[in-house]
């Protein structure tokens, strides 16, 4: 059987995927897209109420945008993820106590997961480790005098 196109795009996806923040950043755009889902009146409606109807729909829009960013520019993450927790509990106010509790959570959740995210780093190596592979270095050394 010949390996497919899809056999190559996990792999790539995968990589791509643990070079950033992505559950951060997709809670984060999935509590910004459901409360804009449960926004009921029409947009019409909303300008006529004036800025505080406005803000209904800024709010969980400006959340989605930052999801987003923080999945495609992950070098700006603690600046995203901080707006983007403010945000989300902005929208306890404006919109529908935050989507009914689960857009603000998944929100703040999101922002949190991004915040914390830290790029590759070597692995941490306990002390009885780092003896031990001292001690292999030691014996080499006085293998090879």
Known sequence: MSEGPR?????AFRRWRAARPFWGGLLL???GAEILVTEKASLK???HTGAQGLAGYLLPT?????GLLILFNPAQRLFYSITGVLLSLGTWVTSNLGGFFIGLLLG???SCL???WLPDQEPRRSRRQRRREAREAKAALDQAA
């Open 7 to 11: 056999q190559g795009m996990r792999p």
């Open 45 to 47: 409606v909303m300008l």
């Open 114 to 116: 991004a915040f914390g």
């Open 29 to 31: 755009a999935l509590g």
């Open 62 to 66: 400006l959340m989605l945008v930052l």
């Open 108 to 110: 703040v959740a999101g």
